[in-house]
């Protein structure tokens, strides 16, 4: 297992149109979780899974964004009608998180790069 | 809602001094906090939590909750120190809020 995979590493587009970034987490690890980070910032939280559900939402999270899980696995961010704003490096990661809710390591992915011109 | 601070965008330092990166936080739980750290060219990676008490790479961090801080601390740098470190908390287990970052330079 070569860890916390995201594709494509990087990506540009023209103002409005819409992208998708694919995240395949390490392999048994039920808790799937979205990040943006932008130059000089520490990665901030968009959405968050636990198998297929998607538990949590930032309110960073527009409606231009939707984010899936749809069999606990992989998942796809897709990101529609976008907006220079939304350049940014998009953030995978994955855990096991376990039953008493402590001491979850996070493995993060490389990261998407998008630049939107 | 949590959040964390580290007040140093960038430390420098030389070789073999000591190392303070610094790390506040806000939440009326009781958190879990962790320091993460990105080499150049490296995904970001868990350094260290701190209910594991642990030293890893010469680094300790004590979480003081009088303070509200987790300090992450090396006696001697060392050149391959050099990288970003985030401060991170989780509350009750969920999703974790990064702090902004803090550049760590060590000189030779």
């Known amino acids: 297992d070569t860890g916390v995979s995201q594709d494509p590493r990087h990506k540009i587009t023209k103002r409005g149109q819409n992208v998708t970034f694919r995240c395949d987490p390490i392999?048994?690890?039920?808790?799937l979780y979205w990040y943006r980070q932008t130059l000089g910032q520490g990665p901030e939280f968009l959405t968050y899974?636990?198998?297929?559900?998607?538990?949590?939402k930032s309110r960073l999270l527009s409606d231009r964004f939707s984010a899936e899980r749809p069999k606990g696995s992989f998942s796809t961010l897709e990101i529609q009608r976008t907006e220079q704003g939304d350049s940014a490096m998009y953030l995978c990661?994955?855990?096991?998180?376990?039953?008493?809710?402590?001491?979850?390591?996070?493995?993060f992915g490389e990261g998407s790069w998008l630049t939107v011109v | 809602a949590q959040r964390v601070t580290q007040p140093e965008k960038l430390l420098s330092v030389f070789k073999g001094a000591p190392v303070e990166l610094k790390c506040n936080y806000s939440y009326s739980g009781s958190p879990e906090l962790f320091w993460y750290v990105q080499y150049s060219r490296q995904r970001l990676q868990l350094l260290l939590r701190h209910i594991s008490r642990e030293s890893i790479k010469g680094f300790t961090a004590d979480l003081n909750k009088g303070e509200t801080s987790f300090h992450l601390k090396k006696p001697f740098a060392q050149e391959e120190d050099s990288a970003m470190y985030y401060c991170a908390l989780s509350p009750g287990g969920r999703a974790l809020t990064f702090g902004s970052g803090t550049r760590l330079q060590v000189q030779p």
């Open positions: 990661a994955s855990s096991l998180a376990r039953a008493d809710s402590s001491g979850n390591t996070i493995y």
């Open positions: 392999s048994e690890h039920n808790r």
């Open positions: 899974f636990q198998n297929e559900a998607q538990l949590e």
